[in-house]
C-alpha cells in the first residue's frame, strides 16, 4: 500500500513540473515541492523524485506589485521577479492569503523557474527569520531580546509554542526566563523592526 502510494504521489510531482515546464505555472504547488510550515523554510531541500527539476530559491525585498507578480530586490543586489499562482502557499505568521503581502516586506520564496526566468512560487514565506537571541526581558505578551548588538521586541503570537532542551514543543511559555539563549522563529514587523514570535527554543 506504501508503495502504491509513492508512485501515485511521483506521478503527481511529475505531473507538476511537466506542466510548468511548459508554461501552466498556474498548476505548480507546494505539495511538488517540499513542505509548507515555517521551518520548512529553514530545511534541508527535500529529496524528490527524479523528475523533479530542481527548485529555485528567491530571497529579498519586495520592491512592487503588478498583478500576481512580486518584484523582489536581493540582499545581494540581483533583482527577481516571483509569479504568485493559485495554489501558491503563503505564510506570514501563520498559514494566510497572498493578500496580506505589502511593498516593502521581505520574502522567501520557493518555486521553480520558467523559461522567460520569472519564478513561479509554490510557497512564499514573508517576513520570516529564525534569530539567535538572549531574553532580556519578559513582559505579558512581549519579549525582551539582544540579537548581536541589536534589541528587538518580541510579540508572543497567542498560538506561541516552546521547547525545552530539545524536547517537544508545548504551548507553555511559563519557563522562559531572563537570561537564556534562545532561538526565535518568526516575522519581522517592518513597521518598527520588532518580530512576532511563533516558536521559541532554548537549551538547544
Request: proline fraction near 2%; charged fraction near 20%.
Amino acid at each position: 500500500m506504501t508503495v502504491r502510494h509513492d508512485r501515485a504521489d511521483a506521478m503527481r510531482r511529475r505531473r507538476f513540473l511537466t506542466n510548468a515546464a511548459l508554461g501552466g505555472a498556474t498548476i505548480i504547488g507546494a505539495t511538488a515541492l517540499g513542505g509548507l510550515d515555517a521551518e520548512a523554510a529553514f530545511a534541508a531541500e527535500p529529496s524528490l523524485d527524479p523528475a523533479i527539476a530542481k527548485s529555485t530559491f528567491v530571497e529579498g525585498r519586495i520592491t512592487g506589485i503588478t498583478g500576481s507578480i512580486l518584484e523582489v530586490a536581493g540582499s545581494n543586489g540581483g533583482h527577481s521577479r516571483v509569479q504568485m499562482t493559485n495554489v501558491t502557499s503563503v505564510w506570514k505568521v501563520r498559514a494566510t492569503t497572498a493578500e496580506v503581502i505589502e511593498v516593502g516586506d521581505g520574502l522567501y520564496a520557493r518555486g521553480v523557474r520558467m523559461p522567460d526566468g520569472t519564478v513561479a512560487a509554490d510557497a512564499v514565506w514573508v517576513n520570516i527569520v529564525n534569530l539567535d537571541t538572549q531574553i532580556r526581558g519578559i513582559a505579558k505578551n512581549r519579549l525582551h531580546l539582544a540579537h548581536g548588538q541589536h534589541e528587538l521586541v518580541g510579540h508572543v503570537a497567542p498560538d506561541a509554542s516552546a521547547s525545552y532542551a530539545g524536547r517537544a514543543l508545548t504551548s507553555d511559555l511559563s519557563r522562559l526566563r531572563i537570561g537564556q539563549s534562545a532561538q526565535v522563529l518568526g516575522a519581522w514587523r517592518p513597521s518598527d523592526n520588532s518580530v512576532d514570535v511563533v516558536r521559541i527554543s532554548v537549551g538547544h
